[in-house]
Structure formats: structure tokens, C-alpha cells
């Protein structure tokens, strides 16, 4: 008996649900990652910084790739408000460690906003 095109289609499907229970799963990891995000971008202490992160993360939360999310929780949201508030206004450079993709973004929010001349 010859059974190999079964099998094959078996192992197939298996991978194929298995692929697919996992993008599932990283789609609602992501979704929760932004909305952890924008809960901390609104809710950072100083009312000012609430506007500006608040602000800049519902402009650009339809474009964060997983990699920006991580470098906004990581190096962004640590800040100080103080701190935070100097980079906007391009009295302090923003954190070394994030992408030009991410700075592009803050530097055109802050122009946009008029605070520096980014």
C-alpha cells in the first residue's frame, strides 16, 4: 500500500493550522502591545507630555511596526517628561537607539506641531 500523498497532505494541513494559530496569536500579542502602549503614551504623569505622546502615538499607531513598539517601550517611555518634553522641543537629542523610521516620525510631529524646527 501507498499511503505517502495522505501523509504529505496531513503534515501540510497540520503546518498550515499550526502557521496560522501562530499569526493569530502574534496579531493579539501586537494589539495588546499597542494598547499597553497607548495607555502609557496617555497616561505619562505631566499633562503637556499626555498631549504630545497621546497625540503622536494616534497619528502613527496604524504604521508602528513591531520593532518601533519595542524601542518606544524601551527607550522612549522610560524618559523622564522633562527629558521627554526637551527632545520635542529639539533642546535634547532624542535616545541613540531608536530607528531613523521612529525619529523621522518624532521630528515630523514636532515640526507639524510647530514646537522646533526639526
Not at 505622546?53 to 513598539?69: A, H, L, N, P, T
Not at 532624542?94 to 521630528?107: G, Q, R, T, V
Request: charged residues 25%.
Amino acid at each position: 500500500m501507498y499511503f505517502a500523498p495522505r501523509n504529505i497532505t496531513m503534515n501540510f494541513y497540520i503546518v498550515y493550522v499550526v502557521k496560522s494559530f501562530n499569526k493569530v496569536l502574534w496579531i493579539n500579542k501586537l494589539k495588546m502591545k499597542l494598547k499597553q502602549l497607548k495607555f502609557r503614551c496617555w497616561h505619562r504623569g505631566m499633562r503637556e507630555m499626555d498631549l504630545l505622546m497621546g497625540g503622536f502615538f494616534d497619528m502613527f499607531q496604524s504604521v508602528f511596526s513591531k520593532e518601533e513598539i519595542i524601542e518606544i517601550e524601551q527607550y522612549i517611555i522610560p524618559l523622564s517628561d522633562n527629558d521627554l518634553y526637551k527632545c520635542f522641543l529639539g533642546k535634547l537629542s532624542w535616545p541613540e537607539e531608536i530607528s531613523e523610521n521612529l525619529l523621522y516620525m518624532f521630528k515630523t510631529y514636532s515640526k507639524n506641531l510647530g514646537l522646533n524646527n526639526s
